[in-house]
């Protein structure tokens, strides 16, 4: 059943970006009357949809995808209309390649400035930002001098970062020396810190985690934290005494009780409780350790913002996303950084599914994420790919001249096989990360 939903979910979010993303190409090409044969949800033979028009608009077999078809787009397709593809000048095709991934990016941000509008998380203001609660022994952190209770005040050129902004930094440093200065009883200090590279998730770890107030996230079905009635929001303040500032803190104190009982206590309106839970031995994610039952989160509130922030709000994190993106491939292509933090379509209908049984805001969450990705992708300069296209353009606009009918159709054939190794591989890293580690 959960499968069955999961495909569902997918279906739905990988459906509305396909759609919004082909509409792009769609109204360029109208605005610039190119003639649209074919507007398709999924590739493969027809299954049903209507005609509007000169423009068949069908639901096909296949389907994860989806195209606009213009008349004379395709290489080495002779067509005298006037109103083909390859008939309107390139400054125009070019226009019409991009307006795929700019409705990616339109939407991405719009979800996020909607969702801001209706709840945005924020930080208690009692919370100091880059508070470092916990130093993993023998992490890069350590080795870089990081101790617990230091304030990161710049981290690779951004000043007084966020835990998001040194999280990114992170991740997208695998392998690669940056510069932390820190506050520490007063003073400042300059250090280097060169995160490692996490083999299971292929970005940045430097082993440490922020001080904030903790509070749980979610409830893990058939351990015992659900049985004890912990619930989502409840604020967890120490385990066997030990104060909870960081959810590395719960794992080192959960593997430490090898089994064993650990009190805890926790807080609910106002009120803090202290029970008995009892961690067991579980598989999470493809990795096995003792758990109670609990995934953690910082605390924060949520405000509604006016529209004008909740735009700058979305248009920043977005921004910060795709810069983000963009150098996590740096790191593949350097080979600092793993492949398998990629992620295929097994892994988004997981994501999916999880989303949507979490509720709608999850859920358009998600959508968000995933169409900014979608446009990344689509903006490579990969043939094939509207990136493909646009540098082909750029290309032929620079040397005033279209190149080789010959050489296009290599360069499409390259891509296209490209493409299917990805594809391949991204389905092989999905099936890898739900088995057993080992």
């Not at 990136?387 to 290309?395: A, C, D, F, R, S």
């Amino acid at each position: 059943m959960v499968f069955v939903q999961n495909v569902g979910w997918v279906l739905v979010l990988i459906g509305v970006m396909i759609i919004i993303h082909e509409l792009g190409h769609y109204w360029a090409a109208r605005f610039f009357d190119v003639k649209v044969e074919t507007f398709s949800f999924g590739f493969g033979p027809r299954l049903f949809g209507f005609r509007r028009g000169e423009t068949d608009f069908r639901f096909s077999a296949i389907l994860f995808g989806g195209y606009v078809k213009m008349t004379g787009e395709q290489p080495g397709e002779e067509c005298t209309d006037p109103r083909s593809f390859l008939a309107k000048p390139r400054w125009q095709r070019l226009i019409i390649a991009f307006a795929g991934p700019w409705m990616n990016i339109v939407l991405a941000v719009a979800l996020l400035t909607g969702l801001y509008m209706h709840q945005y998380p924020k930080m208690p203001d009692s919370s100091v930002p880059g508070l470092i609660g916990l130093v993993m022994p023998d992490s890069a952190a350590a080795k870089a001098g990081v101790r617990e209770g230091d304030r990161v005040i710049a981290i690779d050129g951004k000043l007084n970062p966020s835990w998001e902004d040194i999280i990114m930094k992170e991740i997208a440093n695998a392998n690669q020396a940056m510069p932390v200065k820190v506050m520490r009883d007063g003073k400042e200090l300059d250090l280097s810190l060169t995160p490692q590279l996490d083999e299971r998730s292929g970005v940045g770890t430097a082993g440490w985690a922020e001080q904030a107030d903790i509070q749980i996230g979610s409830v893990m079905a058939g351990l015992d934290a659900e049985a004890k009635g912990l619930r989502r929001g409840d604020i967890l303040v120490s385990v066997n005494d030990l104060p909870i500032r960081n959810p590395l803190r719960l794992r080192e104190v959960i593997k430490a009780s090898k089994g064993q009982p650990v009190e805890v206590i926790y807080s609910r309106d106002g009120k803090r409780q202290n029970i008995s839970v009892t961690p067991k031995w579980n598989e999470l994610e493809g990795q096995k350790a003792w758990m109670i039952g609990v995934q953690l989160e910082p605390r924060v509130t949520f405000v509604k913002l006016p529209f004008s922030e909740a735009l700058v709000k979305s248009a920043d994190h977005n921004l910060r996303s795709a810069t983000l993106i963009f150098s996590l491939l740096e790191g593949i292509v350097e080979r600092r950084m793993s492949a398998k933090s990629l992620e295929g379509p097994i892994r988004i209908a997981q994501l999916s599914g999880d989303a949507a049984r979490e509720g709608a805001m999850a859920f358009l969450g998600l959508m968000a994420m995933v169409s900014l990705n979608l446009a990344v992708f689509n903006l490579l300069p990969i043939p094939i790919l509207d990136g493909g296209t646009i540098l082909m353009l750029l290309l032929e606009m620079t040397i005033r001249r279209d190149l080789s009918l010959q050489f296009k159709e290599n360069v499409m054939k390259l891509g296209f096989v490209f493409l299917m190794a990805v594809v391949v591989f991204v389905i092989y890293n999905d099936i890898s990360k739900i088995m057993p580690a080992g």
